[in-house]
């Protein structure tokens, strides 16, 4: 993966970003510590990465809107550096996936993000529970079409391995 330059995150995010190892960190107004980072994913058709967003100190946040803004001026980075595909699960703690699910999706469904990016996202059946998966593609990608379609493909496959 190409490094993601902090000093133009920085001039866009409202919360200050900085490295720690592999992780991008980042701090609110209510003293909750962040770390972001992006594993790269074992597909072998195209190059995809894990988009990993954690509350290391699992403190409980309110709501706040710089929390999302930071975000997606990380996403954002990303993608300029690495025009790739950028994956996303949400977590499975304390039963809420779902909620995270919709807050992520809420985040990223903005105007300005929907007309640079297309954005997939599905609930499948996991080992234990259901879980939530999402993809974020530029819309310049020369590969859209086969991306789209190969996640549908293994979204659907889940779906048919469902007891």
């Known amino acids: 993966m190409n490094t993601l330059d902090i000093n133009r ?13 592999r992780f991008i960190r980042f701090e609110t107004d209510y003293g909750i510590k962040y770390a972001v980072d992006f594993e790269l994913d074992d597909n072998p058709y195209y190059v995809a990465y894990w988009f990993n967003l954690t509350n290391p100190e699992h403190q409980k946040s309110p709501g706040d809107a ?3 803004q930071t ?3 990380i996403i954002e980075e990303f993608f300029n550096q690495n025009p790739d595909i950028l994956l996303y ?3 499975t703690d304390n039963g809420q996936q779902a909620q995270r699910a919709r807050l992520f999706l809420r985040w990223f469904k903005g105007a300005r993000q929907q007309q640079k990016y297309i954005i997939k996202s599905s609930e499948v ?5 259901q879980e939530y998966v999402a993809m974020i593609v530029p819309r310049t990608h020369p590969k859209l079409e086969e991306i789209i379609k190969r996640f549908d493909d293994e979204v659907q496959m889940f779906e048919e391995l469902k007891p």
Request: a neutral charge; aromatic letters at 12%; proline letters at 4%.
């Open 125 to 129: 059946r996991g080992e234990e529970q």
């Open 89 to 91: 699960m949400c977590s």
């Open 9 to 21: 995150i920085n001039i866009y995010a409202p919360y200050k970003v900085w490295m720690v190892e």
């Open 66 to 68: 710089k929390i999302a």
């Open 71 to 73: 975000v997606i001026c």
